[in-house]
């Protein structure tokens, strides 16, 4: 195997009898990639997951299966993460299923840039018939990120202004080059806020480049059990919690910049109260609405975005709206008078 990258896949598992062997041969049976290990944790199942993972194990010495007791995902992503040896980590959860050129396709990407330091793909979620629109919005959006016939350097930047809003890469879908995944720290338990989302935005911070390849090449199954629907980790609190850390060490000088809010709707109210909170100044509120313009929201002014100081004198602007088409509607604003998105604004959700 002289000249070829190893890969390992990292799969923490915890009761998925049902899907993990369709999710690990999906992973085995990678077209155009020699140099495979497969590390799955299993976290203290207690539905036969373990011995479906050791009866693949038997047949195919690519596979390792390591038992732990029952501390959660995070924990047993922190535990594999040790035991991988490959030139390159790759994701992926019990329940989903890899496109078989994900690993072809994702190390062509690597090979293409060295300052890349993780890499995703487009995804799709199924079963359909059930989808929720708000997963059918994620999902398209996610994918929106990576254009066809984009370039490394266009898709990072398109991926770092996009950062505040969601997290911009699928976790699942994702692959670490080993160095810059080792230099930023991996995955942590972080005062129990998604590991997934930290770890991007660690990235980020790191000066290793973020992209994808502009293909499907991750299938990722919606279920009623699945943690992020379960686990107080990813709820809509606690991203913002993460965003808040990572805004102020980023883009607010630790709380020394200061920071102005596009909207004062429930999202842009969400965001004041929580900069008040943290003691970071809040110069405008901009709305649309006349009712609202004019008044104050806990001593904050509310604007129109004419009336605002030039670029600079506000802050960074934060687009905090929710409603459809309310984006192209700050950016229509915004632009005219001056203002930069990912300089002088920036959205958030």
Not at 214 to 222: A, E, G, I, N, S
Not at 244 to 273: D, F
Not at 282 to 296: D, M, S
Request: hydrophobic content about 40%; aromatic content about 8%; glycine content about 10%.
């Amino acid at each position: 195997m002289a000249g070829v990258s190893l890969v390992s896949f990292l799969i923490p598992v915890y009761n998925a009898s049902a899907t993990v062997e369709e999710a690990v041969g999906s992973v085995l049976g990678q077209r155009h990639a020699p140099g495979l290990e497969v590390v799955v944790v299993d976290d203290g199942s207690t539905d036969g997951t373990p011995e479906a993972v050791e009866k693949l194990a038997r047949s195919d010495t690519r596979l390792r299966l390591v038992c732990t007791g029952h501390r959660g995902q995070v924990a047993a992503a922190v535990n594999g993460q040790a035991l991988c040896r490959g030139d390159f980590i790759a994701r992926m959860d019990a329940d989903d299923i890899a496109h078989p050129e994900r690993v072809a396709a994702q190390l062509a990407l690597f090979a293409a840039e060295p300052q890349l330091g993780a890499v995703g793909s487009r995804v799709r979620y199924f079963p359909r018939k059930r989808l929720r629109a708000g997963l059918l919005h994620y999902e398209k959006w996610i994918n929106s990120l990576l254009p066809e016939k984009d370039s490394v350097e266009s898709a990072h930047e398109r991926i770092i202004r996009e950062l505040f809003v969601e997290c911009p890469l699928a976790n699942p879908a994702l692959m670490f080059r080993r160095e810059a995944f080792e230099q930023v720290g991996g995955y942590r338990d972080f005062s129990g806020m998604p590991e997934d989302y930290d770890l991007i935005f660690r990235f980020a911070e790191s000066g290793w480049r973020l992209g994808g390849v502009p293909r499907v090449l991750h299938y990722w199954r919606d279920s009623r059990d699945r943690v992020s629907r379960n686990d107080d980790r990813y709820s809509e609190q606690s991203f913002r919690k993460l965003k808040l850390h990572y805004l102020k060490k980023l883009r607010l000088e630790n709380g020394r910049r200061p920071v102005s809010i596009c909207g004062a709707g429930p999202v842009g109210k969400a965001w004041l109260k929580a900069f008040l909170a943290e003691g970071i100044q809040v110069r405008f509120l901009v709305e649309v609405n006349p009712r609202k313009i004019g008044k104050t929201i806990h001593g904050v002014p509310v604007v129109q975005a004419e009336d605002l100081p030039a670029p600079g004198d506000t802050g960074l602007i934060l687009g905090a709206v929710g409603q459809k088409g309310a984006r192209e509607n700050i950016r229509a604003n915004l632009d005219p008078l001056g203002f930069r998105e990912g300089e002088d604004y920036i959205f958030v959700a």
